[in-house]
């Protein structure tokens, strides 16, 4: 079945340093990518997405480019802030049926002042 | 901008109690999901549902649960006889029509069993 796989936290950065968070998935047909934060407490946001190859979703300075080639979805950011501490979930959707939602694991950043 | 609203945000609930968590999806939202996340861990699909049935179902999902729309705005999960490991975050969220739009999450039921 579909799967999403990203990379083990935690992730400890400084401010300012860049930020890669790695995923790949494993689907049938074309499904859509996102990645959602949750920050401490709260529920799940939609941070980004991207719905066919090549695509590139991008939001507060986050950026994640959908390579079909690589079965990949990375997220980067140029310059991480103390505010960008939080879990962040890679996942996908189908484009057929139901639509449900795979996560990843989720990758838990601590960014240090 | 429209929310998913889930009520109530936290739910203590002793085991082997029946308990329904409540949403409120974006009210032109087509298709309705309940998800959960034991803490510290990854977030597990559990229904999927459009056009007042159950499009899909995890194995998660047993006999104990229950999912309704009983009137145009309420999207309930109901758990018959509670467990200890049904101690989780449950999310509930809506989509639109479109193939690939995303889903919209509420910010989750903390459920509590003692």
């Known amino acids: 079945g579909d799967s999403v796989t990203q990379m083990e936290g935690p992730v400890t950065l400084s401010e300012e340093a860049f930020l890669t968070i790695n995923c790949t998935y494993t689907?049938?047909?074309?499904?859509?990518l996102f990645w959602y934060v949750q920050y401490p407490g709260e529920g799940l946001q939609l941070l980004l997405k991207?719905?066919?190859?090549?695509d590139k979703g991008s939001n507060k300075g986050f950026e994640a480019t959908y390579r079909k080639e690589t079965t990949s979805f990375h997220l980067e950011k140029g310059s991480v802030q103390v505010s960008d501490s939080a879990v962040y979930f890679c996942a996908l959707s189908g484009n057929t049926g139901g639509f449900k939602t795979i996560f990843g694991a989720g990758t838990r950043l601590f960014v240090k002042a | 901008e429209p929310e998913v609203t889930q009520t109530p945000s936290h739910q203590v609930t002793q085991m082997g109690q029946e308990v329904i968590l409540r949403c409120v999806p974006i009210?032109?939202?087509?298709?309705f999901y309940w998800y959960r996340q034991i803490l510290g861990q990854k977030v597990e699909f559990l229904v999927s549902f459009y056009n007042n049935e159950i499009s899909e179902k995890s194995e998660i999902f047993d006999d104990q649960f229950s999912v309704e729309r009983p009137d145009g705005s309420n999207f309930t999960l109901k758990i018959r006889s509670t467990k200890l490991e049904d101690s989780a975050m449950y999310f509930c969220?809506?989509?639109?029509?479109?193939?690939?739009?995303?889903?919209?999450f509420g910010d989750g039921t903390r459920l509590s069993i003692l």
């Open positions: 009210s032109n939202h087509l298709y």
């Open positions: 689907a049938t047909g074309y499904p859509s």
């Open positions: 991207a719905t066919k190859a090549d």
């Open positions: 969220a809506s989509k639109g029509q479109a193939s690939n739009q995303p889903q919209h």
